[in-house]
């Protein structure tokens, strides 16, 4: 087994400990839990939105921006998705072939559309579809800020 030099206080030691083996360990299954853990929308509301949204300039890259903190290209999977979730409702197998996308990638993106209430499936193996509690729910929010405000 390989073994690499571990140092202290920039001054080189006789300890030795075995180098990580390619396969996953503790500390990847730990971080995938992280992850896993942190998939959920956080819509951010910006004023200089209402003028795109009243001219129908505002699109769904501008929404999966506002809803979600991912990067470059999970948005682009997530519009992806969506995308494909409009024609018709589809299996993670068959998103994995049409948006060519690595199964881990898409099943965290997947798991936050759900959580946020855009997509949603019957049960395990079940197609994707589109939903709308998403919107449900920010109306609610909508109307208790409103009453509160008020009262």
């Known amino acids: 087994m390989e073994e690499q030099i571990l140092t202290q206080n920039n001054a ?13 360990t503790g ?3 730990e971080h995938y839990l992280q992850q896993k853990s942190q998939q959920f929308a ?21 929404f999966i921006s506002a809803s979600f903190a991912f990067s470059q290209p999970k948005k682009e999977l ?10 018709k409702p589809t299996s993670f197998s068959e998103l994995v072939i049409t948006l060519n ?7 965290l993106v997947c798991l936050s ?7 949603e499936r019957k049960g395990k193996g079940e197609p ?10 920010l109306a609610s929010y909508a109307k208790w800020w409103k009453f509160w405000a008020e009262h």
């Open 27 to 29: 500390k990847t299954r």
């Open 12 to 24: 080189q030691t006789t300890e030795t400990a075995p180098i990580a083996p390619s396969k996953r």
């Open 128 to 137: 994707y579809q589109l939903v709308t509690s998403f919107s449900d729910m």
């Open 101 to 107: 996308a690595k199964k881990s990638s898409l099943f």
């Open 78 to 87: 997530a519009i992806g998705v969506l995308n494909a979730l409009k024609t």
């Open 42 to 62: 956080y819509f951010k509301i910006n004023k200089e939105d209402a003028t795109k949204l009243e001219n129908m300039q505002f699109n769904i890259y501008d």
């Open 113 to 119: 559309l759900e959580r946020a209430g855009l997509i």
